[in-house]
């Protein structure tokens, strides 16, 4: 999956997310409102730490490193851990910003205890387009004020209704997903105070279902993608527009924790 999806946007962005389109003129390249997406989080992030700032954020599903510059500029003095479950992302996202200070990447599935050894405490726990993907998110949001985490913010695909994505094409990437009242409950439980949930704009699957449609055949085969993905990605989340325009599922930015 990594050449072909990497060559929706090229080398340049190293995002691989559905992109934030509600502000940007129509003619906007998805590699822009991928960045707008990872923005737009770490500003929210941000006002979460009224007046102070974190010392150490973990960014969990770093993917290929494309939002850790985006940190250095929300979060200029912090220590900066990106988290991985993908070895070649790992390696993509320390060649990316291998001149970036205070930055560290640890290889490894973020709901193990093995990863977080490496990774130690952290204050700021940020995720963009990836929690849906973890397994035990119970435990692992449990754990998460022990390990230092005072804040928590998510750009994130919410599943209301699983029936929804039992299909042979949503069910990989989405049977770990989870329905807001499932947070709501579990960030409770954990002791995070003031949990939001913001639906963000667009609607995002419409609008990356667009962007597909936009794809230049010629210039993404030369890039070294296959059309095949392409295809698959339109029918997913254009079978996702349709889910999101029923509320079945929904992507939100969930916020918790601060002050
Ligand atoms: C849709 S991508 C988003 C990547 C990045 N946040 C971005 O916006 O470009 C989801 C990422 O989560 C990673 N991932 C999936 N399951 C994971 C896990 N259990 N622990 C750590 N990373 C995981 C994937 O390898 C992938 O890089």
Redesign the pocket.
Known sequence: MGIPYRALTGETGG???VGLWSELPAEASLEVA?GAL?AATLARARALFKGGAPSRVVE?????G??RRAFAKAFPDAEYIG????AD?IAAARAANSDVPRTRYVHG???EDATWAEVGFADLFVS???AF??ESKTELIARLQRRGVRALMLAEILVEDPTAVESKLLAPALRHGWSRARYDVALAAAGFHNVTFETVPGPPFAAFAHALRQIDAHTYKARGGRMALVHQLRRAFSTLADLERDGRVSYAWISAGGG
């Open positions: 995002h691989m997310n991928q990872v969990a599903g770093s993917g290929w494309g939002a988290i991985n479950v993908a992302q599935r973020v709901e963009v387009e990836a993907h973890f």
